[in-house]
């Protein structure tokens, strides 16, 4: 079975912080793509990034950053020199090749950037 | 950038009564999802759609859940009789393929059963 566990369920740092959000994964398909989405208080969910299987090389967007892991079944997350506007909920979520969009959602890590 | 519609933004209806949340996907997009959010907890899949039928179905979408899309632009899911743990955050979703494409999703609609 597929299973995405965030074990953080809030941080709270101050602003220009670094702050790394964790992602563990497990499933038994050897394809597979990994998500991170972010919900701010308004409340939709904002795509970040989609990550296959396949490909661990580390990702890097402005203050985002990405670690796929798959020795550890990890995809975390980190965000450098963290801002009031990353205060969210971000979700980590998982699925498989023959799954399409169905989604197996973390319980996600609010994190709290204070000024 | 193109955007997946939801509405109505908040909805409160009465146990036992029928709602219908509206979608309106973003165009050219060919694959349609319902997921749900209860408060404070993690997203959860409800429903594929493609091609005019359901693709995939979770355990939550029992036979109280339908879904449909009644003309070319919206994609709806009907509720046929509330109950209180139905109050949660309902999202759409649409994606251009099947192989796990970013889903866009709406910004939801708060769904409350009294």
């Known amino acids: 079975a597929q299973k995405v566990t965030q074990a953080q369920t809030e941080i709270s740092v101050v602003e220009k912080e670094d702050v790394t959000l964790d992602c563990v994964y497990e499933?038994?398909?050897?394809?597979?793509?990994l998500f991170w989405y972010k919900q701010p208080p308004s409340g939709e969910l904002v795509f970040l990034i989609r990550?296959?299987?396949?490909?661990?090389q580390n990702e890097i967007s402005g203050r985002y950053s990405w670690n796929f892991q798959k020795s550890t079944s990890s995809f975390n997350f980190t965000i450098t020199a963290s801002q009031v506007v990353d205060s969210a909920v971000y979700f980590c979520?998982?699925?498989?090749?023959?799954?399409?969009?169905?989604?197996?959602f973390g319980q996600g890590t609010e994190l709290s950037v204070k000024p | 950038e193109p955007e997946v519609t939801q509405t109505p933004s908040h909805q409160v209806t009465q146990m036992g009564q029928e709602v219908i949340l509206r979608c309106v996907p973003i165009?050219?997009?060919?694959?349609f999802y319902w997921y749900r959010q209860i408060l404070g907890q993690k997203v959860e899949f409800l429903v594929s759609?493609?091609?005019?039928?359901?693709?995939?179905k979770s355990e939550i979408f029992d036979d109280q859940f339908s879904v449909e899309r009644p003309d070319g632009s919206n994609f709806t899911l009907k509720i046929r009789s509330t109950k209180l743990e139905d109050s949660a955050m309902y999202f759409c979703?649409?994606?251009?393929?099947?192989?796990?494409?970013?889903?866009?999703f709406g910004s939801g609609t708060q769904l409350s059963v009294l």
């Open positions: 979703a649409s994606s251009t393929g099947k192989r796990s494409e970013k889903l866009f």
């Open positions: 499933t038994r398909d050897t394809t597979y793509y």
């Open positions: 990550r296959n299987s396949f490909d661990e």
């Open positions: 979520a998982l699925s498989d090749r023959n799954q399409g969009g169905k989604l197996i």
């Open positions: 165009s050219n997009h060919l694959y």
């Open positions: 759609f493609y091609n005019n039928e359901i693709s995939e």
